[in-house]
């Protein structure tokens, strides 16, 4: 296991930098100068704007800033600064980046409770009327795009029925956040139940099931033990990559509740040409995402003893 899980960290390297390297060069190509906009269309002499790239050293080549960014994250945890208000990024993300995170622990909960019941009820019922009602609610689901079932629930709830603010608070609450979470983990939350609804199909004809009701095991025994730990597996895969999708795709989500999460804040700093603020951000949801693929991987040898790190 210790050499799995060292072999595994030194994987991380490499896909790392590569990942930060890709972003970095995405962010800089996009059209723009972020000095000159500062300076709207009044614009300004040629001298200050050398003079300003100078400093916030956009005049080096892409490689030495992206030496230099990634060499101040690593050495001294420092994202550097903003153009336009000077702000500390780690700052920034700080501020942000726990609202985001609330918000889909939030989701991640509701996606794992009502995914896996709707899941493990559909199989275990499988090819019967409630098998067929779940798929259809799950599909329809699917079909709908997030902004969409955002906008409903805000114009339902908020403004028709009145059970919920329109908008989400500066001092966001639990309870605040719970309609964003609902929109934000209903996409996950269907794949997770037609997923977790094939595993357990699929499973309930293995001979090892057959085995263990012909050995007179009781039926909470065969379905809690036998039959939930190994159709867990390709679940608990997609739950693990999905911790990040959710942190990285709130930009729709926040915005239709006005959340002042990282989803927001990456929309801004593309807008404004921050470049440093987007790969900060997207620098973070890298490093979780492989932590959470890492933590996955861990968690197959707890579910299936047969599963061996070699």
């Given amino acids: 296991m210790g050499r799995y899980v060292a072999r595994r960290l030194l994987q991380m390297i490499p896909v790392f930098f590569g990942t930060t390297l890709l972003i970095f060069f995405m962010v800089y190509s996009l059209p723009g100068d972020p000095v000159a906009g500062l300076f709207g269309d ?15 050293g956009l005049d080096k080549h892409i490689i030495v800033q992206y030496w230099d960014y990634i060499s101040g994250i690593l050495f001294h945890f420092d994202f550097g600064s903003q153009i336009r208000s000077g702000r500390e990024i780690t700052d920034v993300i700080g501020s942000a980046f726990p ?18 019941t709707l899941g493990i009820v559909a199989g275990l019922k499988a090819g019967k009327l409630v098998d067929n009602l779940i798929l259809i609610l799950t599909l329809l689901i699917i079909s709908m795009p997030v902004f969409v079932l ?12 009145g059970w919920i603010a329109p908008n989400v608070s500066i001092n966001e609450t639990w309870g605040e956040l719970l309609a964003p979470a609902i929109v934000l983990g209903s996409l996950s939350l269907a794949y997770v139940a037609r997923l977790t609804r094939t595993s357990m199909a699929e499973n309930l004809r293995a001979d090892y099931v057959r085995t263990a009701v012909a050995k007179g095991l009781p039926k909470r025994r065969v379905i809690g033990v036998h039959l939930m730990r190994n159709s867990m597996i390709p679940v608990v895969t997609f739950l693990g990559t999905d911790i ?4 990285g795709g709130a930009v729709v989500t926040e915005g239709i509740f006005n959340v002042k999460g990282v989803g927001g804040l990456i929309y801004d700093s593309i807008i404004r040409r921050e470049g440093l603020t987007v790969v900060g951000v997207v620098t973070v949801l890298v490093v979780v995402y492989l932590i959470a693929s890492l933590l996955v991987d861990l968690l197959y040898a707890v579910m299936d003893p047969r599963i061996r790190y070699a």
């Avoid at 614009?43 to 400093?55: K, M, Q, S």
């Avoid at 609202?99 to 009502?114: D, H, N, Q, S």
């Avoid at 906008?151 to 709830?157: A, P, R």
């Fill in 244 to 247: 990040g999708a959710l942190m």
């Fill in 42 to 56: 009044k614009g300004t002499d040629p001298a200050t704007l050398a003079a300003l790239r100078h400093e916030h």
């Fill in 99 to 116: 609202v985001t995170l609330r918000l889909a622990f939030l989701a991640f909960a509701i996606e794992i409770v009502l995914g896996l």
């Fill in 150 to 161: 955002g906008f409903i629930v805000k114009s339902v709830f908020a403004f028709q029925l």
